[in-house]
């Protein structure tokens, strides 16, 4: 109901990335500036921890942030394309709580493949078939009708039970020179969990904001019977957003195993928040207030430095989770009351 | 909005005065997988059907059915509390506390309830005054809740209430019996009622429900939607931190983020509930029968001997079989 309301009127722009604005005459209502809140936010940030302490932008620790980062942006880069094809009510629209779970499932799996003598180039397969496989099932069952928020939720109780089962909670060490490479390597001199993570990013982002997939999924999310009557399968677009999700949930469970060098059971519950935080808060990096890939990155950026710069200052940890709420909260707040004077 | 999936969406279509018999099967989804779990465990394990185990059952589900209740009330109200877990623990915290200070239990039933509840008014101010989607807004709040309570706690620390320094009248909350039932039984039967009554028989209750279902509709009809959702949110968050109370009565203490693991079942209880309702609407009687399926469930995988690991997936096939069963029956419908 909601988001009949907050869907602006549709427009025949394609990308909703702030950079239409040039060039264009000027809608009604939505200042360049609202685009550019989430963006001071993260220079806020940066700049008062490398204030607060030099260490914060010595290269190792930027290395640190990006790789912790990476795992929360690229399965938020999955719970993106969902939020972008399902609406983002978060009732009823798209919202995917297995993520998190999946990513924990696909180290596993890569984990006891190898243990169990496959060939790591095989176990890695395996562990993205079988995220990729879950990823259908929420995929079916959202389109037979069962809410996403349910789905997922099930789904995640699903997936988790077995992660737990299937390793009785011990965590499975992971000795192997590819996931060592995923770890500590470099391509051309640049860490490898950056270029993942840059790889990812740049697929995904020209995938949602510059394909014909990706523009018929906003149609999708914002209005579906508009989208029908144009001449779109809502079902199709759905339910592949959620395999995508699960594929990406896989590729960032790998690049955590290999982060904690070994395979930890009961890890996807943690990360699931700050995923969906990743997610979720990548509206304030958009001048239209929507979901985006480049948003979901700088979210998910911002996160991983918030605790990174947290530690650095010697913050307690118990003060982080608080921290992250109040920001949280206050860029929420800041944009709920800037869309509301703007559509008056 | 998505009316392509939202097949159990309240739309009024007119119906012939009888329902007809894929209606009645699907309203009739969750009690019969209930009578299921029910026989299937019988079967297996000799105990289940012992009044002494059920009567345990129905005593381990009350925090459960305390915290579906309120969020049964949220979800009526169109929204979603994920911090319903962070008023528990926080009702919890702050009754341990008082009862190591050596308050009266009063004071610390009280004190408990009103602690959990401030959680509920930064949700309202959140949700009401901000407008910021409930969805995004409760989740700031677990955030922020699990990191209160540990900075409270100096870290994470469990309180521990010897139980020779804890007052009668305290202990009684979570461990008495009335008349052979438990005391947190009676609670969250008095409290499902009460919840009932509210939603369904009050006129607080319906303009709730219509400032679930039609927002803007409600508005221009002149009722004071913000207050009664606003009220929604206070409301769930007292009873969820009253639950927290009897959690801390029942284990003599507190530990940290003991809350959290209701707030996903409960979510699911509520859904699966609806399932009962005609018009799809979350309802106490349907929400309690979700309860029950998940402590039934959990009770016969203990007494068979499966890991405590196998719950999840448990849980998980048990919500996905009755959505899915219900709403593959409402596109029969739909399409007859």
């Known amino acids: 109901m909601s988001t009949a309301l907050e869907t602006s009127p549709p427009t025949p722009t394609t990308t909703p990335s702030p950079t239409s604005a040039p060039g264009r005459p000027r809608r009604r209502g939505t200042p360049a500036w609202v685009g550019a809140i989430g963006y001071l936010v993260v220079l806020a940030e940066v700049v008062l921890f490398s204030l607060a302490t030099d260490r914060f932008l010595a290269p190792e620790n930027l290395f640190n942030i990006v790789s912790q980062g990476a795992v929360y942006a690229i399965a938020g880069f999955g719970l993106?394309?969902?939020?972008?094809?399902?609406?983002?009510?978060?009732?009823?629209?798209?919202?995917?709580?297995?993520?998190?779970?999946?990513?924990?499932?696909?180290?596993?799996?890569?984990?006891?493949?190898?243990?169990?003598?496959?060939?790591?180039?095989?176990?890695?397969?395996?562990?993205?078939?079988?995220?990729?496989?879950?990823?259908?099932?929420?995929?079916?069952?959202?389109?037979?009708?069962?809410?996403?928020?349910?789905?997922?939720?099930?789904?995640?109780?699903?997936?988790?039970?077995?992660?737990?089962?299937?390793?009785?909670?011990?965590?499975?060490?992971?000795?192997?020179?590819?996931?060592?490479?995923?770890?500590?390597?470099?391509?051309?001199?640049?860490?490898?969990?950056?270029?993942?993570?840059?790889?990812?990013?740049?697929?995904?982002?020209?995938?949602?904001?510059?394909?014909t997939w990706g523009l018929r999924s906003y149609a999708v999310g914002q209005n579906p019977v508009a989208a029908t009557v144009a001449g779109i399968r809502p079902t199709r677009y759905i339910a592949g957003s959620y395999v995508v999700s699960a594929l990406l949930a896989g590729i960032a469970g790998l690049l955590l195993a290999s982060r904690l060098s070994a395979a930890v059971p009961g890890i996807g519950g943690q990360i699931l928040l700050d995923i969906v935080l990743a997610g979720f808060m990548s509206v304030v990096f958009s001048r239209r207030l929507v979901v985006s890939i480049t948003g979901t990155l700088m979210s998910a950026l911002f996160v991983a430095a918030l605790a990174n710069g947290f530690t650095l200052l010697g913050v307690e940890s118990q003060w982080v989770g608080a921290v992250k709420g109040l920001l949280i909260l206050l860029v929420l707040a800041v944009a709920a009351i800037r869309e509301r004077t703007v559509r008056r | 909005m998505s009316d392509t999936r939202t097949a159990a969406a309240p739309v009024a279509v007119p119906r012939s005065p009888r329902p007809s018999a894929t209606e009645l099967a699907s309203r009739l989804l969750a009690p019969l997988v209930l009578g299921v779990i029910l026989l299937v465990f019988s079967l297996m394990s000799k105990n289940f059907l012992q009044a002494d185990n059920l009567l345990q059952v129905l005593n381990q589900s009350a925090i459960l059915a305390l915290a579906a209740a309120a969020m049964t009330i949220v979800v009526r109200a169109g929204g979603i509390d994920l911090s319903i877990g962070v008023s528990l623990d926080l009702g919890a915290l702050a009754a341990a506390a008082l009862i190591a200070d050596g308050y009266v239990p009063g004071v610390a039933v009280v004190g408990g309830v009103l602690f959990g509840l401030t959680a509920g008014l930064v949700n309202a101010f959140l949700i009401v005054v901000l407008r910021i989607r409930a969805f995004l807004a409760t989740l700031s709040i677990w955030f922020i809740g699990t990191s209160l309570q540990q900075v409270l706690t100096g870290g994470g620390a469990p309180i521990y209430l010897p139980k020779s320094t804890v007052p009668d009248g305290f202990a009684v909350l979570g461990n008495g019996t009335v008349g052979g039932l438990p005391v947190p039984v009676l609670f969250a039967v008095v409290v499902a009622l009460v919840a009932w009554i509210a939603l369904d028989r009050s006129r607080w209750g319906r303009v709730l429900t219509a400032a679930g279902e039609q927002p803007s509709a409600t508005r221009i009809a002149g009722r004071l939607t913000g207050l009664s959702v606003a009220g929604a949110y206070v409301l769930a968050s007292a009873l969820a931190a009253l639950a927290g109370v009897i959690l801390a009565s029942r284990t003599y203490g507190f530990i940290p983020a003991s809350g959290q693991l209701y707030v996903l079942d409960?979510?699911?209880?509520?859904?699966?509930?609806?399932?009962?309702?005609?018009?799809?609407?979350?309802?106490?009687?349907?929400?309690?029968?979700?309860?029950?399926?998940?402590a039934l469930l959990a009770n016969g995988m203990n007494l068979i001997g499966l890991s405590f690991y196998w719950q999840g997936l448990a849980r998980g096939l048990a919500l996905l079989l009755v959505l899915l069963t219900s709403v593959l029956l409402a596109r029969h419908r739909a399409t007859r």
């Open chain 1, 80 to 211: 993106a394309v969902v939020i972008i094809t399902g609406g983002d009510d978060v009732i009823k629209g798209g919202i995917d709580l297995s993520t998190g779970v999946l990513a924990g499932l696909s180290g596993i799996v890569a984990a006891v493949a190898i243990q169990a003598g496959l060939p790591t180039p095989a176990a890695v397969l395996l562990a993205l078939v079988v995220s990729a496989l879950f990823g259908l099932v929420n995929g079916t069952a959202v389109v037979l009708g069962v809410r996403p928020l349910l789905t997922t939720l099930a789904t995640m109780g699903i997936v988790g039970s077995v992660t737990f089962v299937a390793t009785d909670n011990v965590k499975i060490p992971l000795n192997d020179p590819f996931f060592d490479w995923l770890r500590g390597g470099d391509v051309l001199g640049v860490p490898t969990p950056v270029v993942v993570l840059l790889g990812v990013y740049l697929v995904m982002s020209a995938l949602v904001g510059g394909s």
């Open chain 2, 266 to 294: 409960a979510i699911g209880a509520v859904f699966i509930g609806a399932t009962l309702s005609k018009l799809g609407r979350p309802n106490l009687l349907g929400t309690m029968v979700g309860v029950l399926i998940f």
